[in-house]
């Protein structure tokens, strides 16, 4: 949708060219005007004698099909801005990480470190006892034989 409303645009400025165009190849009404500082027969010649019925009926429907367009472009881009506005607000919210949320996890972090350091050291205790423990029945069952 968004490269048709591109193509459009540039159609309109197109357009809006043509129509400028035509507005100043019209005479005004006291034979003068930017038609008369134009070339002001060079209209008549290019297009008959019947020249100002003709330019006056190429400006309106050339001014018709312009304000068509530039409402349906409006229309178009306001659809465009509302289906992003949609594909936004469907998206998984992004959080900034603030400074405290930064300290909370580092001491998370070094919570979980030292109560990793006293697990260790308690295994350690329990290995080493039940080593001790292992050499006294080894050398118990060595004296009994």
């Known amino acids: 949708m968004s490269i048709l409303a591109d193509i ?3 159609v ?3 357009l809006s060219l043509f129509l400028i165009l035509v507005v100043l190849l019209q ?3 006291a034979n003068g005007g ?4 134009m070339g002001g027969g060079m209209a008549e010649a290019a297009l008959g004698a019947e020249t100002s019925n003709v330019l006056t009926k190429v400006t309106r429907n050339t001014a018709i099909v312009f304000f068509v367009m530039v409402f349906g ?3 178009a881009y306001i659809y465009i801005h509302n289906a992003e506005q949609m594909a936004d607000e469907n998206a ?3 959080f ?16 979980a470190e030292s109560t990793a350091d006293q697990a260790a050291s308690a295994l350690g205790e329990q290995v080493d006892t039940l080593a001790t423990g292992a050499e006294n029945a ?6 009994s034989e």
């Not at 930017?34 to 500082?37: E, V, Y």
């Not at 900034?96 to 919570?111: F, I, M, P, Q, V």
């Open 92 to 94: 998984l919210p992004e």
């Open 73 to 75: 472009l409006g229309l």
């Open 96 to 111: 900034e990480a603030t400074e405290a949320d930064s300290a909370g996890l580092l001491e998370t972090l070094s919570g």
């Open 8 to 10: 459009l645009t540039i």
């Open 138 to 143: 080894a050398a118990e069952a060595t004296k």
């Open 27 to 29: 005479r005004g009404n």
């Open 12 to 14: 309109l400025v197109l």
């Open 34 to 37: 930017m038609g008369a500082a």
